[in-house]
């Protein structure tokens, strides 16, 4: 089948890394010299094919025309050999199409943001997305449950991210926090509680926040409505 175009091209008509290896695969049949030259690289193209590898031989079944897209990254976690590779391709994926024009409105939502913080390429990427986003229309949120690894985490220049994001963070929200993640808050993101503040995120109770604006601070509880409870807790809202 041949195109004139590149575009004309539809997502599941692409060569996959398999289709490459099967290839390779029958040279060295026809035409064993020229096999030999890319022998080395076909082994190499076997581990991608096979195992925990081929994450990346296939075509992909993310609609990237949707106006919401959702990446799960957390099969990576346990990956260690795919991780990098994977966080590289999605990470410049998305600061290609976020930073290609200053006029559409972009956001960026990034849930247990802990986990990307103790990988410094990723982490440098948010470092770098919460410091320029805003100059094209754009934004990003983070949220955590371990705010500790978040300020421990640095970027490949070896920067502590924790303090560059909350620092270029002009909405903070902060639930229950246990003693010593309001003494890490105070001391390594060099912030400040009041008293009353510091009872409160100390008190953990659920629902209960404190929201720093700009230099604007308020108490602030959060209700479920019954279509979020319905969707978040099913049994609950029976």
């Not at 193209?45 to 990446?71: A, E, P, Q, R």
């Not at 229309?137 to 449950?145: F, S």
């Amino acid at each position: 089948m041949k195109y004139s175009r590149l575009k004309e091209i539809k997502d599941d008509q692409w060569p996959t890394l398999s289709n490459v290896y099967d290839e390779l695969e029958k040279l060295a049949d026809k035409d064993a010299d020229k096999f030999n030259r890319v022998k080395d690289f076909y082994y190499i193209l076997g581990s991608y094919t096979h195992g925990s590898n081929s994450l990346f031989d296939g075509h992909t079944n993310v609609n990237l025309k949707g106006k919401v897209i959702s990446f799960d990254l957390k099969p990576l976690q346990s990956e260690q050999e795919v991780q990098s590779a994977a966080y590289l391709n999605t990470f410049q994926y998305l600061w290609d199409e976020i930073t290609k024009d200053r006029h559409s409105r972009k956001k960026l939502f990034v849930d247990e943001f802990h986990f990307l913080t103790l990988h410094q390429a990723a982490a440098t990427f948010f470092h770098q997305a919460y410091k320029r986003f805003r100059k094209y229309n754009a934004g990003a949120i983070a949220g955590t449950q371990q705010i500790q690894d978040v300020i421990e985490g640095t970027t490949d220049t070896g920067q502590n991210i924790g303090e560059a994001i909350i620092g270029n963070s002009y909405t903070k929200v902060f639930f229950g926090l246990d003693g010593k993640g309001v003494d890490d808050v105070i001391t390594k993101l060099r912030m400040t509680f009041s008293d009353k503040e510091k009872k409160l995120l100390e008190r953990r109770r659920q629902g209960e926040a404190l929201m720093i604006y700009g230099s604007q601070r308020a108490f602030m509880k959060v209700e479920l409505t019954e279509e979020e409870l319905r969707l978040i807790d099913p049994e609950a809202y029976q």
